[in-house]
């Protein structure tokens, strides 16, 4: 079956530390994207991409980065310049880029500060 | 800018009740793309329903239906005969010319349906 796979389901992160969550398509699909979800908000776009090795900020950019080597795959890590980093994080993928597409999510991780 | 408000945090009905979850949209766009997403406990947001600003139609899908009107800025999402199984948050979100690639997404509407 095609779809988004995140991993972890939950994320434990210390004080300064980094950490990364993982996001895995096989949908064949060029455009991936990093949302944050926090209680009673809808989501907030972090980072997307639109094709291998190209990604652009999205509006809370700061304090996360991604990469983006294979069309796969697009991990987000959460670096100790995030200062609140507890929310749920989603990852999408569309089969291209642009406004008409609709996005396909994955089930998500959630992150907790230890 | 453009902006999403979804100005019911949460509804609560009774299984069999239709409900109705309001989605009001800004932009000054001229082609853009409204889209519904279901949210169930699990967590994974579920595509419902695209639809592009130059059709107005109506659509059914089975007991879910949509009513897009330009001139209130409204896509507005009816369950017929609500279901346990609708429980669930749903978004509403705008996708637009001057956006590119970045779908806004309103608050959210918690719906609980109870048996």
């Known amino acids: 079956d095609g779809g988004i796979t995140q991993s972890p389901k939950y994320l434990f992160r210390k004080e300064g530390q980094n950490v990364t969550l993982s996001c895995e398509q096989n949908?064949?699909?060029?455009?991936m994207y990093w949302y944050r979800q926090d209680p009673g908000q809808g989501l907030r776009l972090i980072y997307y991409s639109q094709i291998v090795n190209d990604f652009q900020k999205g509006d809370i950019a700061e304090g996360y980065s991604v990469s983006r080597e294979k069309k796969e795959s697009f991990p987000l890590t959460v670096t100790s310049a995030q200062k609140n980093p507890t929310a749920f994080y989603l990852c999408a993928s569309s089969l291209a880029g642009g406004l008409r597409e609709t996005q396909y999510f994955g089930p998500g991780t959630r992150l907790l500060v230890l | 800018a453009q902006k999403v408000t979804q100005a019911q945090t949460e509804i609560s009905v009774v299984e069999k009740e239709d409900v109705t979850l309001d989605c009001v949209y800004e932009?000054?766009?001229?082609?853009?793309?409204l889209f519904w997403y279901k949210q169930p406990p699990s967590g994974e947001l579920v595509f419902l329903i695209r639809r592009n600003s130059f059709d107005e139609q109506n659509e059914i899908s089975g007991r879910y239906s949509w009513n897009f009107q330009k001139s209130t800025s409204s896509f507005n999402f009816t369950i017929t005969a609500s279901q346990v199984v609708d429980s669930a948050v749903y978004f509403c979100?705008?996708?637009?010319?001057?956006?590119?690639?970045?779908?806004?997404f309103g608050a959210g509407t918690r719906l609980f349906v109870k048996a």
């Open positions: 932009t000054r766009d001229t082609t853009y793309y």
């Open positions: 979100a705008l996708s637009g010319d001057t956006g590119g690639f970045k779908t806004i």
């Open positions: 949908l064949n699909h060029d455009a």
